[in-house]
Protein backbone atom coordinates (compact mmCIF):
# COMPACT_ATOMS: atom_id res chain seq x y z
CA UNK A 1 0.00 0.00 0.00
CA UNK A 2 1.36 3.29 -0.79
CA UNK A 3 0.01 7.06 -1.66
CA UNK A 4 -0.16 7.93 -4.96
CA UNK A 5 2.46 11.05 -5.27
CA UNK A 6 5.37 8.68 -4.56
CA UNK A 7 8.64 8.30 -7.02
CA UNK A 8 8.24 4.53 -7.10
CA UNK A 9 4.08 4.54 -8.77
CA UNK A 10 4.22 3.12 -12.48
CA UNK A 11 1.84 3.92 -15.14
CA UNK A 12 0.35 -0.24 -14.08
CA UNK A 13 -0.95 1.09 -10.96
CA UNK A 14 -4.48 1.01 -9.83
CA UNK A 15 -4.82 4.04 -7.19
CA UNK A 16 -7.94 3.98 -5.23
CA UNK A 17 -9.50 7.44 -3.90
CA UNK A 18 -11.19 7.87 -0.76
CA UNK A 19 -13.18 10.77 0.54
CA UNK A 20 -12.74 10.72 4.33
CA UNK A 21 -16.43 11.94 5.78
CA UNK A 22 -16.90 14.80 7.60
CA UNK A 23 -17.40 15.38 11.54
CA UNK A 24 -20.11 18.54 11.32
CA UNK A 25 -20.83 17.76 15.61
CA UNK A 26 -20.93 21.55 16.53
CA UNK A 27 -20.64 20.53 20.02
CA UNK A 28 -17.59 18.73 20.11
CA UNK A 29 -14.89 20.07 21.60
CA UNK A 30 -10.91 20.71 20.07
CA UNK A 31 -9.67 17.27 21.88
CA UNK A 32 -12.71 15.32 20.66
CA UNK A 33 -12.36 16.41 16.90
CA UNK A 34 -8.87 15.30 17.00
CA UNK A 35 -9.76 11.73 18.34
CA UNK A 36 -12.56 11.48 15.85
CA UNK A 37 -10.41 12.11 12.95
CA UNK A 38 -7.75 9.02 14.20
CA UNK A 39 -10.40 6.37 14.26
CA UNK A 40 -11.79 7.74 11.00
CA UNK A 41 -8.37 7.29 9.59
CA UNK A 42 -7.80 4.45 11.04
CA UNK A 43 -11.12 3.12 9.95
CA UNK A 44 -10.20 4.38 6.38
CA UNK A 45 -6.83 2.72 5.96
CA UNK A 46 -7.85 -0.57 8.10
CA UNK A 47 -10.85 -1.34 5.54
CA UNK A 48 -8.29 -1.07 2.52
CA UNK A 49 -6.24 -3.50 4.83
CA UNK A 50 -9.32 -5.15 5.96
CA UNK A 51 -9.98 -6.46 2.21
CA UNK A 52 -6.00 -7.59 1.55
CA UNK A 53 -6.49 -9.71 4.35
CA UNK A 54 -9.79 -11.40 3.88
CA UNK A 55 -8.44 -12.69 0.30
CA UNK A 56 -5.15 -13.45 1.80
CA UNK A 57 -6.79 -15.85 3.72
CA UNK A 58 -8.17 -18.14 0.89
CA UNK A 59 -6.45 -16.23 -1.77
CA UNK A 60 -7.68 -16.21 -5.67
CA UNK A 61 -7.01 -18.04 -9.02
CA UNK A 62 -5.44 -16.40 -11.87
CA UNK A 63 -4.78 -17.83 -15.24
CA UNK A 64 -0.35 -17.42 -16.49
CA UNK A 65 1.18 -18.68 -18.99
CA UNK A 66 3.43 -21.60 -18.37
CA UNK A 67 6.69 -21.67 -18.61
CA UNK A 68 8.22 -24.40 -20.56
CA UNK A 69 4.70 -25.34 -22.11
CA UNK A 70 2.34 -23.25 -24.70
CA UNK A 71 -0.28 -23.34 -21.96
CA UNK A 72 -1.96 -21.49 -19.76
CA UNK A 73 -2.55 -23.18 -15.93
CA UNK A 74 -4.40 -21.98 -13.34
CA UNK A 75 -3.26 -20.97 -10.18
CA UNK A 76 -4.08 -20.18 -6.23
CA UNK A 77 -2.28 -16.89 -5.56
CA UNK A 78 -2.25 -14.72 -2.26
CA UNK A 79 -1.54 -11.42 -1.54
CA UNK A 80 0.87 -9.68 1.00
CA UNK A 81 1.20 -6.75 2.48
CA UNK A 82 4.80 -5.98 2.57
CA UNK A 83 4.89 -2.30 3.03
CA UNK A 84 2.83 0.73 3.68
CA UNK A 85 4.64 3.81 2.27
CA UNK A 86 2.68 6.93 3.88
CA UNK A 87 3.26 10.52 3.67
CA UNK A 88 5.09 11.56 6.96
CA UNK A 89 1.88 13.33 8.68
CA UNK A 90 0.03 10.25 7.53
CA UNK A 91 2.64 8.22 9.26
CA UNK A 92 2.80 9.73 12.00
CA UNK A 93 -1.13 9.85 12.59
CA UNK A 94 -1.57 6.54 11.59
CA UNK A 95 1.17 4.50 12.93
CA UNK A 96 0.20 6.32 16.89
CA UNK A 97 3.46 8.51 16.91
CA UNK A 98 3.78 10.95 19.56
CA UNK A 99 4.97 13.23 16.92
CA UNK A 100 6.50 13.81 13.05
CA UNK A 101 9.90 13.09 14.22
CA UNK A 102 9.36 10.03 15.71
CA UNK A 103 10.33 6.61 14.14
CA UNK A 104 8.21 3.71 13.69
CA UNK A 105 11.61 1.80 13.76
CA UNK A 106 13.91 2.99 16.61
CA UNK A 107 13.78 4.64 19.59
CA UNK A 108 13.66 8.26 20.09
CA UNK A 109 16.74 9.92 21.39
CA UNK A 110 15.99 13.42 23.07
CA UNK A 111 18.76 15.55 23.62
CA UNK A 112 22.51 14.93 23.86
CA UNK A 113 22.23 11.79 22.18
CA UNK A 114 20.49 12.47 19.61
CA UNK A 115 23.46 11.14 17.42
CA UNK A 116 23.56 7.72 18.77
CA UNK A 117 22.72 5.10 17.44
CA UNK A 118 19.24 4.32 18.65
CA UNK A 119 18.14 0.87 19.79
CA UNK A 120 14.82 -0.83 17.74
CA UNK A 121 11.63 -0.84 19.76
CA UNK A 122 10.87 -4.38 21.34
CA UNK A 123 7.46 -5.14 20.12
CA UNK A 124 6.24 -7.41 22.96
CA UNK A 125 7.51 -4.23 25.47
CA UNK A 126 5.29 -1.54 23.54
CA UNK A 127 1.98 -3.64 22.92
CA UNK A 128 2.62 -4.31 27.05
CA UNK A 129 2.58 -1.33 27.62
CA UNK A 130 -0.22 -0.18 25.28
CA UNK A 131 -2.56 -2.52 27.42
CA UNK A 132 -1.28 -1.14 30.58
CA UNK A 133 -1.74 2.47 29.37
CA UNK A 134 -5.27 2.19 28.63
CA UNK A 135 -7.64 0.99 31.28
CA UNK A 136 -10.55 3.02 32.04
CA UNK A 137 -9.27 3.03 35.73
CA UNK A 138 -6.49 6.01 36.68
CA UNK A 139 -3.55 4.56 38.45
CA UNK A 140 0.19 4.75 39.12
CA UNK A 141 0.81 1.70 36.54
CA UNK A 142 -1.21 3.74 33.57
CA UNK A 143 0.66 6.96 33.98
CA UNK A 144 4.08 5.26 34.38
CA UNK A 145 3.17 2.99 30.93
CA UNK A 146 2.06 6.60 29.04
CA UNK A 147 5.03 8.19 30.39
CA UNK A 148 7.20 5.79 29.18
CA UNK A 149 5.61 5.55 25.55
CA UNK A 150 6.16 9.07 25.25
CA UNK A 151 9.83 8.87 26.09
CA UNK A 152 9.80 6.05 23.16
CA UNK A 153 8.04 7.67 20.46
CA UNK A 154 4.66 6.47 20.91
CA UNK A 155 1.36 8.10 21.58
CA UNK A 156 -0.32 6.59 24.93
CA UNK A 157 -3.71 6.41 23.52
CA UNK A 158 -3.78 6.33 20.09
CA UNK A 159 -2.57 2.96 18.90
CA UNK A 160 -2.21 1.50 15.35
CA UNK A 161 -4.62 -0.94 14.78
CA UNK A 162 -2.59 -2.36 11.77
CA UNK A 163 -2.02 -5.49 13.50
CA UNK A 164 -5.62 -6.53 14.84
CA UNK A 165 -6.52 -6.36 11.24
CA UNK A 166 -3.12 -8.20 8.86
CA UNK A 167 -2.41 -11.34 10.37
CA UNK A 168 -2.78 -13.69 7.27
CA UNK A 169 -1.42 -10.99 4.83
CA UNK A 170 1.88 -10.53 6.34
CA UNK A 171 4.84 -12.05 5.61
CA UNK A 172 5.22 -14.96 8.15
CA UNK A 173 8.62 -15.57 10.09
CA UNK A 174 11.18 -12.60 11.98
CA UNK A 175 10.39 -10.67 8.60
CA UNK A 176 10.64 -6.88 9.25
CA UNK A 177 11.58 -5.07 12.68
CA UNK A 178 9.85 -2.55 15.29
CA UNK A 179 6.48 -3.14 16.76
CA UNK A 180 4.57 -2.72 13.37
CA UNK A 181 7.15 -5.65 12.01
CA UNK A 182 8.33 -3.22 9.45
CA UNK A 183 5.47 -2.31 7.48
CA UNK A 184 5.33 1.12 7.82
CA UNK A 185 7.58 2.50 5.33
CA UNK A 186 8.84 6.04 3.92
CA UNK A 187 9.90 6.48 0.42
CA UNK A 188 12.31 8.28 -1.22
CA UNK A 189 10.27 11.17 -2.55
CA UNK A 190 9.32 12.40 0.80
CA UNK A 191 12.06 11.49 3.07
CA UNK A 192 14.65 12.48 1.36
CA UNK A 193 14.03 14.85 -1.54
CA UNK A 194 11.29 17.08 -0.14
CA UNK A 195 12.62 16.43 3.31
CA UNK A 196 16.11 17.17 3.43
CA UNK A 197 16.17 19.93 1.03
CA UNK A 198 13.21 21.26 3.26
CA UNK A 199 15.55 21.43 6.10
CA UNK A 200 18.75 22.98 4.25
CA UNK A 201 17.23 25.95 2.48
CA UNK A 202 15.38 26.16 5.63
CA UNK A 203 18.62 26.64 7.76
CA UNK A 204 20.02 28.89 4.76
CA UNK A 205 16.96 30.97 4.76
CA UNK A 206 17.87 31.57 8.21
CA UNK A 207 21.32 32.14 8.00
CA UNK A 208 20.21 34.56 5.02
CA UNK A 209 17.14 36.24 6.17
CA UNK A 210 16.89 39.11 3.99
CA UNK A 211 16.41 38.91 0.45
CA UNK A 212 17.92 41.86 -0.42
CA UNK A 213 21.07 41.20 1.02
CA UNK A 214 24.25 40.39 -1.35
CA UNK A 215 24.31 36.98 -0.70
CA UNK A 216 21.32 36.14 -1.90
CA UNK A 217 21.51 38.37 -4.63
CA UNK A 218 24.49 36.60 -5.31
CA UNK A 219 23.13 33.23 -5.29
CA UNK A 220 19.94 34.12 -7.61
CA UNK A 221 22.34 35.69 -10.04
CA UNK A 222 23.79 32.17 -10.62
CA UNK A 223 20.31 30.52 -11.17
CA UNK A 224 19.69 33.21 -14.03
CA UNK A 225 22.33 31.85 -16.14
CA UNK A 226 20.79 28.18 -16.17
CA UNK A 227 18.43 27.20 -18.85
CA UNK A 228 16.31 24.07 -17.19
CA UNK A 229 14.88 21.50 -19.74
CA UNK A 230 12.97 18.36 -19.12
CA UNK A 231 15.48 15.31 -19.03
CA UNK A 232 13.05 13.34 -21.20
CA UNK A 233 11.33 15.43 -23.55
CA UNK A 234 14.30 18.68 -23.94
CA UNK A 235 11.47 21.05 -23.57
CA UNK A 236 12.60 24.24 -21.77
CA UNK A 237 10.76 25.03 -18.39
CA UNK A 238 10.38 27.71 -16.48
CA UNK A 239 13.36 29.32 -14.77
CA UNK A 240 13.44 29.59 -10.80
CA UNK A 241 13.04 33.15 -9.69
CA UNK A 242 14.97 32.66 -6.23
CA UNK A 243 17.52 30.07 -5.59
CA UNK A 244 16.26 29.44 -1.64
CA UNK A 245 12.68 29.55 -2.91
CA UNK A 246 10.59 26.66 -2.58
CA UNK A 247 6.91 27.65 -3.31
CA UNK A 248 5.42 25.01 -6.14
CA UNK A 249 8.15 22.57 -6.62
CA UNK A 250 8.60 19.11 -7.75
CA UNK A 251 10.82 17.04 -5.66
CA UNK A 252 12.24 16.92 -8.29
CA UNK A 253 13.46 20.01 -9.41
CA UNK A 254 14.33 20.46 -5.57
CA UNK A 255 17.05 18.03 -6.05
CA UNK A 256 18.03 20.33 -9.03
CA UNK A 257 17.84 23.11 -6.59
CA UNK A 258 20.70 20.93 -4.51
CA UNK A 259 23.12 20.57 -7.37
CA UNK A 260 22.57 24.51 -8.47
CA UNK A 261 23.69 25.14 -4.84
CA UNK A 262 26.58 23.38 -4.88
CA UNK A 263 27.59 25.64 -8.20
CA UNK A 264 26.28 29.22 -6.43
CA UNK A 265 28.65 28.50 -3.61
CA UNK A 266 32.13 27.34 -5.11
CA UNK A 267 34.42 25.64 -3.42
CA UNK A 268 35.21 28.72 -0.96
CA UNK A 269 31.48 29.76 -0.14
CA UNK A 270 32.89 32.94 0.24
CA UNK A 271 29.31 34.02 -1.26
CA UNK A 272 27.84 33.30 2.47
CA UNK A 273 29.64 36.44 3.94
CA UNK A 274 29.75 34.01 7.26
CA UNK A 275 32.91 32.48 9.37
CA UNK A 276 34.81 30.02 8.04
CA UNK A 277 33.61 27.11 10.30
CA UNK A 278 29.96 27.93 8.76
CA UNK A 279 30.81 28.06 5.12
CA UNK A 280 32.14 24.53 6.39
CA UNK A 281 29.53 23.57 8.10
CA UNK A 282 27.03 24.42 5.08
CA UNK A 283 29.37 23.33 2.11
CA UNK A 284 29.75 19.58 4.09
CA UNK A 285 25.60 19.56 4.44
CA UNK A 286 25.14 20.27 0.93
CA UNK A 287 28.04 17.44 -0.19
CA UNK A 288 26.29 15.14 2.30
CA UNK A 289 22.73 15.31 1.49
CA UNK A 290 23.92 15.25 -2.56
CA UNK A 291 25.53 11.90 -1.50
CA UNK A 292 22.61 10.82 -0.39
CA UNK A 293 20.79 11.40 -3.39
CA UNK A 294 22.75 10.09 -5.59
CA UNK A 295 22.73 6.59 -4.18
CA UNK A 296 19.08 6.59 -4.39
CA UNK A 297 18.60 7.27 -8.04
CA UNK A 298 18.95 3.52 -8.58
CA UNK A 299 22.66 3.37 -10.80
CA UNK A 300 24.13 0.75 -9.06
CA UNK A 301 23.89 -1.17 -5.92
CA UNK A 302 25.70 -0.62 -2.54
CA UNK A 303 27.56 -3.22 -0.16
CA UNK A 304 26.15 -3.33 3.42
CA UNK A 305 29.91 -0.69 4.44
CA UNK A 306 28.96 1.36 1.44
CA UNK A 307 25.14 1.53 2.43
CA UNK A 308 26.25 2.33 6.33
CA UNK A 309 28.74 4.96 5.07
CA UNK A 310 25.68 6.59 2.57
CA UNK A 311 23.24 6.77 5.16
CA UNK A 312 24.50 6.67 8.41
CA UNK A 313 27.77 8.46 8.42
CA UNK A 314 26.37 11.01 5.76
CA UNK A 315 23.14 11.56 7.71
CA UNK A 316 25.22 12.40 10.86
CA UNK A 317 27.60 14.90 8.91
CA UNK A 318 24.17 16.36 7.07
CA UNK A 319 22.06 17.25 10.52
CA UNK A 320 25.37 17.66 12.51
CA UNK A 321 26.62 20.45 10.24
CA UNK A 322 22.71 21.82 10.26
CA UNK A 323 23.11 21.81 13.62
CA UNK A 324 26.02 24.16 13.48
CA UNK A 325 24.42 26.19 11.49
CA UNK A 326 21.95 26.62 12.66
CA UNK A 327 23.45 27.50 16.23
CA UNK A 328 25.13 30.61 14.07
CA UNK A 329 22.02 31.82 12.59
CA UNK A 330 20.07 32.10 16.41
CA UNK A 331 23.27 33.78 17.97
CA UNK A 332 23.29 36.45 15.26
CA UNK A 333 19.77 37.32 15.65
CA UNK A 334 19.86 37.40 19.61
CA UNK A 335 23.06 39.85 18.91
CA UNK A 336 20.65 42.31 16.63
CA UNK A 337 17.62 41.91 19.73
CA UNK A 338 17.79 44.41 22.01
CA UNK A 339 18.20 44.03 25.94
Not at 143 to 163: K, M, S, Y
Request: charged letters at 20%; aromatic letters at 6%.
Amino acid sequence: MTVLNVNGTVLRSAGLVCYVPEATAAQMSGRDAVEVRHLLRQGCINAIVGRIETIARTGFACLLPHLEQAVTKSYCCRPFLCCMQLDSKETYAYAGLRSERCCPWCRLRPGRSLFRTAREHDRAEITSLWAVANPPVRSAARRAARLRLGRHGWHPTRRCGLLDVAKSCLLPGPVGGGVLRGIIGVDVLHGLYIAWNRYLFGTLRKLLPSETSKARKALDSVIAGFVLRDPETGKRQRNLDSLLGQEGLTAEKRVMLMVLLATALGTSGGVLGAPREIVEAVTQSVASAEVVFLACRGHRSYTEDELSMIFKDQAMLFFGSLAKVMKYADEQVMRMCPN
